[in-house]
């Protein structure tokens, strides 16, 4: 009789170092991870970083992200349900928390729909506003 093995996911050193560098990034687009990992491995490609953080968000060790203005997909070192605030000048990201507090509010707003997921809030950062 054969034991069935279980196999650990495949972990490469670049998926260790994408997510490190993530998490150091809080928010980044495959383009932001490739600069920041080619530091420390210059011979790394694009498509490597894109598979690498493909594989890592269909495990769930990384999410995604509202995409930038110019559509490329961004991801999310944060793992906890939460909500973002879009600069729409800059294109930073930040995290914030604000769909449970306001959710009454929303509820009455959209008479009888649900909303299902997280909230991105559009706007002008405080250096925007300086600027």
């Known amino acids: ?3 069935a093995v279980a196999t650990q996911p495949r972990q490469t050193k670049y998926c ?3 997510s490190a560098a993530l998490l150091e990034l809080g928010h980044a687009t495959n383009n932001e991870l490739l600069h920041q990992l080619r530091r ?4 790394l490609s694009a498509t490597t970083v894109h598979r690498a953080s493909a ?3 269909s495990r769930g060790e990384i999410s995604i992200a509202p995409a930038t203005r110019d559509g490329a997909m961004r ?3 944060n793992l906890k349900a939460h909500d973002h605030f879009l ?3 800059c294109d930073q990201l930040k995290d ?3 769909k449970d507090k306001l959710n009454t509010i929303l509820d009455n707003s959209i008479c009888d729909c649900q909303i299902s997921g997280r909230l991105t ?3 002008l950062c405080s250096s925007c506003i300086i600027k």
């Open 55 to 57: 594989r890592l968000a």
């Open 75 to 77: 991801y999310d070192a």
């Open 16 to 18: 260790k170092a994408l």
């Open 96 to 98: 914030v928390d604000v």
């Open 87 to 89: 600069c729409s000048s």
């Open 1 to 3: 009789m054969i034991e």
């Open 121 to 123: 809030i559009n706007g």
């Open 40 to 43: 420390s491995y210059p011979e």
